[in-house]
């Protein structure tokens, strides 16, 4: 059984910007929560960003942009969160460290959690390819991640480890 790290809107804990979750209902994700120790975690809200809040999104960039200091988390509102999002990526990787996590899967789209699409940064729903900062964190860090949207992929890659 692996220890899997799951974003916590996910699971049903209403942690997302404006208040709600994203809990998938699929034989897949079933499949995941049934069988493996999942450890909750939500990046934003570890790092001290309230419930509801301004949704914010990177600008002029992606997560590793971020990371190396060549990009910014701003809400819609202009106020800078980069160090808040920086901070949700580190506290993911520690937790990742204490627990011996290998496998996450993150909420896709997201500006922390998103690993193969994020919100473009302008606010319109409109995405562009690349993962948020918590991801970015993760993947420098050879956790490997997959979105609500993966988990059959997280499972060839489980099999393939047994
Ligand atoms: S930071 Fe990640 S876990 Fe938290 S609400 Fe956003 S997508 Fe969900």
């Given at each position: 059984?692996?220890?899997?790290?799951?974003?916590?809107?996910?699971?049903?804990?209403?942690?997302?910007y404006n208040g709600s979750d994203l809990k998938p209902s699929n034989n897949d994700f079933n499949w995941?929560?049934?069988?493996?120790?999942?450890?909750?975690?939500?990046?934003?809200?570890?790092?001290g960003l309230a419930i509801p809040r301004v949704p914010a999104e990177i600008q002029c960039g992606v997560g590793q942009d971020v990371l190396s200091g060549n990009a910014n988390v701003l809400n819609s509102d202009g106020l800078?969160?980069?160090?808040?999002?920086?901070?949700?990526?580190?506290?993911?990787?520690?937790?990742?460290?204490?627990?011996?996590?290998?496998?996450?899967?993150?909420?896709?789209y997201s500006p922390s959690c998103g690993s193969n699409s994020i919100y473009n940064g302008d606010f319109s729903a409109k995405k562009k390819v690349g993962n948020g900062v918590t991801t970015a964190m993760l993947?420098?860090?050879?956790?490997?991640?997959?979105?609500?949207?993966q988990v059959h992929l997280l499972q060839l890659a489980l099999n393939k480890e047994c």
């Open positions: 059984m692996a220890k899997i790290l799951v974003s916590a809107c996910l699971l049903g804990c209403k942690v997302r995941l929560i049934k069988n493996h120790e999942i450890v909750s975690f939500c990046p934003e809200v570890s790092a800078n969160l980069t160090d808040k999002f920086l901070l949700g990526a580190q506290l993911a990787l520690q937790k990742c460290k204490q627990e011996n996590i290998e496998f996450a899967v993150l909420t896709e993947k420098k860090h050879n956790v490997q991640v997959y979105s609500q949207h």
